[in-house]
């Protein structure tokens, strides 16, 4: 179980986004996340008329290291740790590691 998922909301904790909170898009297999709004770059696109796609510089999300963003608490309005933790009914769960309650509904 990661302790990061799609549709999460994230707070970047390092970096030059630093501050920023978004929801992650997408979870990529070497450890990396693309963020809403987070890490933004620009890329030059070449037009293509097959696909009906306008040439120009387009603003794009490029990805984060996971190890520098942390789940984001609504409650406390802070980035906080995740741990662990099973139920009664034998479900693996995410809470958060300052006050134990469920990352997960």
């Known amino acids: 179980m990661q302790r990061i998922k799609q549709g999460d909301e994230v707070i970047v904790i390092t970096g030059r986004s630093k501050g920023q909170t ?40 490029a990805p984060i290291q996971a190890s520098n963003v942390m789940l984001y608490n609504a409650a406390s309005g802070k980035g906080e740790r995740v741990g662990f933790k099973v139920t009664e009914d034998g479900r693996k769960v995410r809470v958060f590691k300052s006050n134990g309650e469920q990352v997960d509904a």
Do not use: C, F, S
């Not at 929801?23 to 693309?34: F, P, Y």
């Not at 890490?39 to 794009?60: A, C, S, Y």
């Open 22 to 61: 978004g929801k992650v898009l997408k979870v990529l297999k070497d450890g990396r996340l693309l963020v809403n709004g987070v890490n933004t770059v620009k890329k030059h696109v070449k037009p293509n008329p097959q696909l009906e796609e306008k040439g120009g510089i387009k603003t794009q999300e």
